[in-house]
């Protein structure tokens, strides 16, 4: 059984959110993430996406332990300030 990467599982959560089809025409893919980087706090490192959002917003993989919990923000933390959203 194959392993999907890290970009198939935030695609798969936004489609989620969003109420997306992979089939849909217009729907979320691979090509649409663009990395913006990662913060470490607090012993945990937290990874940024952008994605095309109706309002500036950018998918987030926080690694807790061996847990990769997935998520949306709407803000940057300060250290990735200068990177610009899709």
């Known amino acids: 059984m194959g392993t999907a990467s890290i970009e198939d599982k935030i695609i798969a959560y936004l489609r989620l959110e ?6 849909d025409f217009g729907a979320i893919g691979i090509s649409d993430l663009a990395y913006v980087g990662e913060v470490e706090a607090g012993g945990e490192v937290t990874r940024y996406w ?5 309002e500036p917003c950018w998918a987030t993989v926080r690694f807790a332990g061996r ?10 933390p300060a ?5 610009k959203s899709s």
Not at 18 to 23: A, I
């Open 79 to 83: 250290e990735l300030s200068g990177a």
């Open 50 to 54: 952008s994605f095309p959002c109706s």
């Open 18 to 23: 969003f109420g997306e089809d992979g089939d």
């Open 67 to 76: 847990q990769r919990i997935f998520g949306m923000a709407t803000d940057l």
